[in-house]
């Protein structure tokens, strides 16, 4: 598969130099100070097992430089979303699917509005990740995964959502995973197999709303003892 990154820090990094060493052609676009690191000196990734470098197909600035992709992994921190979603149209082709892995309930609906079509995938990452500097990332733990809706969320003028009568009419009431289906995209199904073949566990899930909220409450809970504590999550667990 072709695949943008959107993003280079802990998880974008992680997943993205796994898809490359897997064989697919991963591009990645990112802010200034990561171009150079990862064009000179290509991707390092360090787990608790083992250490090594890939050269991506791409590291730009300009998301127009790697043009439409069969996927894209969104991966900057939610508050950067605004300065991505411009880009995002030159990575959209016909087929192309646009997978969010930003924690809360937001991006989806926030990268839907900037598309054409149905095409966004809301999922998230399981993973402890982190940059050591541009170009090189530390992944800790165990197996990392993503889980992933089965289809993309309807696209902004789609209306055949109101013929059904378990989806809202109203897009900004049928939550992050939009309408439900129990068959998988033949889309995500691809960037599934894509993933698992690059050793990540990768999961389509029965209820995406549910699984992205609870990440959010366990994060938020641990996040907010951590801020009110000025401790690390090693301190106070």
């Not at 509005?113 to 993973?127: E, Q, T």
């Not at 050793?199 to 994060?219: H, M, N, P, T």
Request: glycine share 14%; aromatic share 4%; with cysteine.
């Amino acid at each position: 598969m072709r695949i943008a990154v959107v993003g280079a820090g802990g998880i974008g990094a992680f997943f993205g130099a796994c898809l490359q060493r897997a064989g697919h052609e991963v591009g990645f676009v990112v802010t200034e100070r990561h171009v150079g690191p990862i064009v000179d000196h290509g991707l390092r990734v360090t787990t608790d097992r083992e250490d090594f470098v890939v050269r991506p197909a791409a590291a730009t600035t300009q998301a127009g430089d790697i043009g439409p992709v069969d996927a894209v992994i969104v991966a900057v921190k939610t508050y950067q979303l605004g300065d991505v979603l411009a880009g995002l149209p030159a990575l959209v082709g016909p087929e192309t699917v646009v997978l969010t892995l930003q924690n809360g309930v937001t991006a989806g609906p926030r990268l839907r509005s900037a598309l054409d079509g149905a095409h966004v995938i809301p999922g998230l990452a399981v993973i402890v990740a982190y940059l050591e500097r541009p170009g090189h990332v530390r992944q800790v733990g165990g197996r990392t995964g993503i889980i992933m809706a089965p289809t993309p969320l309807p696209g902004p003028d789609d209306t055949a959502a109101s013929d059904d009568p378990t989806v809202s009419a109203d897009p900004t009431q049928r939550g992050p995973a939009g309408r439900r289906s129990s068959a998988p995209d033949l889309r995500v199904q691809g960037l599934t197999q894509a993933l698992s073949e690059a050793g990540v566990r990768a999961e389509i899930s029965q209820d995406i709303d549910r699984d992205l909220w609870r990440k959010f409450a366990l994060i938020t809970a641990f996040g907010g003892v951590g801020t009110l504590t000025h401790s690390t999550i090693g301190e106070y667990a």
